[in-house]
């Protein structure tokens, strides 16, 4: 089965850095776009970043550009999201999506929790 697993949450300082990882198995990665959502406590989940499936394409949500890095290693079959310049708006749960680039079928992971806080 399809299993998609975040990881690199943590409670960390405003200015600071953090580097989230999503590693996917059961399905054919590099026939997925990848995109990194977030959800803050009491707000609806917000796209962060999106990157396609050869890795060639980014997006990203205005609040993020500049500060937020998205990327793919297609053969270790992970996505990754470097964040840096964290503040405290950007404290949330942060997930990994994946969209088949022809079917649209999509799989979430868990999520992973980004505090930052002094």
């Known amino acids: 089965q399809v299993q998609l697993v975040e990881s690199g949450g943590g409670l960390v300082q405003p200015g600071g850095s953090l580097r989230l990882s999503c590693a996917a198995s059961g399905l054919t990665f590099s026939s997925y776009t990848m995109r990194w959502y977030r959800q803050a406590p009491g707000k609806e989940r917000e796209l962060v970043a999106r990157?396609?499936?050869?890795?060639?394409?980014?997006i990203y949500a205005d609040a993020m550009k500049g500060r937020f890095t998205i990327s793919r290693d297609n053969a270790k079959n992970t996505v990754y999201l470097q964040m840096n310049s964290l503040n405290s708006e950007d404290t949330a749960l942060y997930y990994c999506?994946?969209?088949?680039?022809?079917?649209?079928?999509?799989?979430w992971g868990q999520g992973t929790q980004v505090t930052v806080s002094s």
């Open positions: 999506n994946a969209q088949h680039v022809y079917t649209r079928r999509d799989y």
């Open positions: 990157i396609s499936s050869g890795g060639g394409s980014t």
